[in-house]
């Protein structure tokens, strides 16, 4: 056995049994399963969800308002915001909605937030707020301004 072969035998033995070795043959066995059965690289389940989320994605989502609101008055959770599906429900495009939903008799407030009667009623009686006052729910942080309910006006949409 001549001395050049020697050294070629040698360099093969070492990257045979080198450390990144055990990596490159377990990521070559995921991908030759994968491909045989041929499923893509993530989840089938994570894809599936993915597409009912993006359905339901709004700008409105993840903001630290939709949170804030959701945790503190015990107002339900959108599927998108919850814990369970939040980290997969941020890479997800948001939905292309050509109609917008109101709740049943919108009212404003004199800060100009539109919230339904009976939602907004429901909130500050969570919130402990005098009766025939309200206060804006998103507020929570702060004591807010209180306002007369005179001063809340019905809006109408045409």
Request: overall charge neutral; proline content about 7%; hydrophobic content about 40%.
């Given at each position: 056995m001549g001395p050049m072969l020697s050294i070629r035998l040698t360099e093969c033995s070492q990257s045979l049994y080198s450390r990144g070795?055990?990596?490159?043959?377990?990521?070559?066995?995921v991908q030759t399963h994968h491909d045989l059965?041929?499923?893509p690289p993530i989840p089938l389940l994570h894809i599936a969800l993915s597409a009912g989320l993006s359905a339901l994605k709004t700008p409105a989502c993840h903001s630290q308002h939709a949170l804030a609101v959701t945790a503190n008055t015990?107002?339900?959770v959108c599927p998108i915001c919850s814990t369970?599906?939040?980290e997969l429900a941020k890479n997800v495009p948001y939905a292309h909605?050509?109609?917008?939903a109101m709740e049943d008799d919108p009212v404003?407030?004199?800060n100009g937030r539109v919230f339904g009667r009976e939602r907004l009623q429901?909130?500050?009686e969570k919130l402990g707020t005098k009766k025939g006052m309200y206060r804006d729910p998103t507020k929570l942080g702060e004591m807010g301004e209180e306002w007369d309910e005179s001063k809340i006006r019905k809006v109408f949409i045409s």
């Open positions: 070795r055990y990596h490159y043959l377990s990521t070559l066995f059965f041929s499923l015990g107002a339900p369970e599906l939040n909605h050509t109609t917008s404003v407030l004199p429901l909130l500050n």
